[in-house]
């Protein structure tokens, strides 16, 4: 009896710049989850994250390629340090520049801006080392051919192809989760990520997209089909108790404190919001670049803002819930650009698996998915429109109860063991049409 492609598949590569053992809730780490023990082997090859350190240990950082291999529960983890491999943001420390800053000038001097630019521009030479250390390292730490390598963005798909020119994996997968050129800020490097992102889901075995206005964004780019595999959540994990008809009136962000959160956005409006409900609350759960949380800190204090507002910097991934239970709204405001309109942030699944009505920022995929599934409203990214979309879900009992009951009941739709599987369904798929590809060239 003829094996199924499922069956042939033994090997299975991850390619990513995520470093998943320094995080904890992106994509990698829910292929390797549910992936995992449908292999004989798994491997995830990643770019280390770099801490802040001396400027003795950000240049061994920089100017030192290096690989170490680490086994956990039976996965090999390859975490690879490439040439010009530095801390996140310091382009941003070092020279002053600032994305939040307000008024027009961001930079402090020409010098600095001069620094700004330096570090940024040797973005291009750090790809390329990633690109090179990320295949050099998987092909050198752990030989053989893979049936089939997944890659989570453009570096780790340039590298999944150099393995797949040299016959080192049968088929690659392009796991398109971000758009990328949106995290970068000078217009060279972000062109030449927009062009490596189409050239390798052009030339991948199989493309999937997190979420629709990806999928659709790149069938217009390449013409080629794309699979939709969205963002998913762990239901059990994040569900809550009914919350009462009148829930405390705390507003919740859950995740990276960056520049394109929207949290300065939220603080400017939270005195116009007090003025209706004196006892609203915010609550920011995570961290982020050390310079934007300054930033939100000198803003709540400009404002008076300091007994209505509380950080409580990283969390471990399994106290999220308990922050979630004690909220009642869920914030996804972001800035409306196109790392952010086509994001499709696992925070709103989990704010909905925890019965969390969401306000997210109007045309994005966050906001087709609350207001798609009834559970949360999509507004302009203003302060007018914010305070008005929290007072009308605060002081509307009727409505909040129905977007609530709506999210958990939408959320149990992007559980992450069903997506998994249709995952690996597609993969499986795609090996047994490389294999035959491959055999009919042959």
């Known amino acids: ?30 292929l390797i989850a549910h992936l995992a023990p449908r292999f004989e082997k798994m491997v995830v090859v990643y770019r280390r994250r770099c801490p802040r350190g001396s400027w003795r240990q950000t240049l061994a950082d920089a100017l030192i390629p290096r690989a170490r ?10 975490e690879v340090n490439p040439l010009f491999n530095n801390a996140e943001g310091l382009a941003g420390e070092a020279s002053g520049h600032q994305d939040f800053a307000d008024g027009p000038a961001t930079h402090r001097s020409f010098a600095r801006q001069w620094l700004f630019g330096a570090i940024s521009g040797l973005g291009v030479f750090k790809d390329v080392s990633t690109i090179l250390c990320l295949a050099f390292f998987a092909w050198k730490i752990c030989p053989g051919r893979f049936d089939i390598a997944t890659a989570l ?37 972000r062109r030449w990520a927009a062009w490596l992102e189409r050239i390798c889901m052009q030339r991948a075995d199989l493309v999937i997209a997190i ?50 959160s929207g949290l300065d956005l939220v603080l400017t409006a939270l005195p116009r919001i007090r003025a209706a409900i004196p006892a609203v609350q915010c609550v920011f759960v995570g961290s982020g670049l050390p310079q934007f949380r300054r930033h939100l800190e000198a803003l709540i204090g400009t404002l008076g803002l300091e007994d209505a507002v509380r ?23 972001f800035q409306p650009n196109d790392l952010r309109r086509y994001a499709a942030p696992l925070k709103v699944l989990e704010y909905m698996a925890a019965g969390l009505p969401t306000i997210s920022t109007a045309e994005s995929e966050a906001a087709d998915l609350v207001t798609r599934e009834a559970c949360g409203v999509a507004v302009d990214f203003s302060v007018e429109a914010f305070t008005k979309a929290v007072l009308e879900m605060l002081q509307d009992d009727e409505s909040y109860q129905h977007m609530s009951h709506r999210a958990g009941c939408a959320a149990a739709k992007y559980d992450w063991s069903s997506l998994m599987a249709t995952e690996y369904s597609l993969l499986g798929d795609a090996y047994k049409k490389a294999i035959a590809g491959r055999s009919s060239a042959n």
């Not at 959540?233 to 859950?254: E, H, M, N, Q, S």
Request: contains cysteine; proline residues 7%.
């Open 1 to 30: 009896m003829a094996q199924t492609p499922e069956a042939m598949m033994r090997r299975y590569l991850i390619l990513t710049t995520v470093d998943v053992l320094a995080r904890a809730n992106n994509r990698e780490h829910q």
């Open 69 to 78: 291999a680490i086994e956990r529960d039976g996965v090999t983890f390859i």
């Open 211 to 260: 979420g629709q206005r990806l999928a659709e964004l790149r069938h217009h780019q390449t013409g080629r089909q794309v699979s939709l595999v969205p963002t998913g959540v762990d239901t059990a994990r994040f569900r809550c108790p009914p919350r009462g008809r009148r829930p405390k009136p705390v507003l919740i962000y859950a995740g990276n404190l960056a520049p394109w």
């Open 153 to 189: 963005g453009p570096w780790g798909a340039v590298a999944g192809l150099i393995l797949r020119r040299f016959g080192w994996t049968d088929c690659l997968v392009y796991e398109d989760r971000d758009y990328e050129p949106g995290f970068i800020r000078t217009p060279l490097r």
């Open 311 to 333: 950080f409580t910097g990283q969390v471990p991934y399994e106290e999220v819930r308990a922050h979630l239970a004690e909220a009642a709204v869920g914030l996804a405001l």
